[in-house]
């Protein structure tokens, strides 16, 4: 697997897995889960944008980052 920059802080990915009870995490862990977490996020950006644009705005909102965050959410 080869390694690329990671969208978040991998310190910050390995302590959210340590709080969910893990009290080992492997490098490979944190890696996968950064860029998982990354795709997902891009995805939910993407929509926000699509919806703010949709309602005539070029700012994306809170509501519209929610509002494109329901998938995952369920």
Do not use: C
């Not at 995805?43 to 699509?50: E, Q, R």
Request: no cysteine; glycine share 6%.
């Amino acid at each position: 697997m080869t390694k690329s920059k990671t969208p978040f802080a991998n310190a910050r990915v390995e302590k959210s897995i340590r709080a969910a009870g893990a009290t080992r995490v492997s490098a490979d862990a944190v890696y996968v889960l950064n860029e998982l977490l990354g795709d997902v996020a891009s995805d939910i950006n993407g929509m926000a944008v699509d919806i703010a644009r949709h309602t005539g705005r070029v700012t994306v909102k809170g509501d519209d980052i929610k509002l494109a965050s329901q998938k995952y959410l369920k």
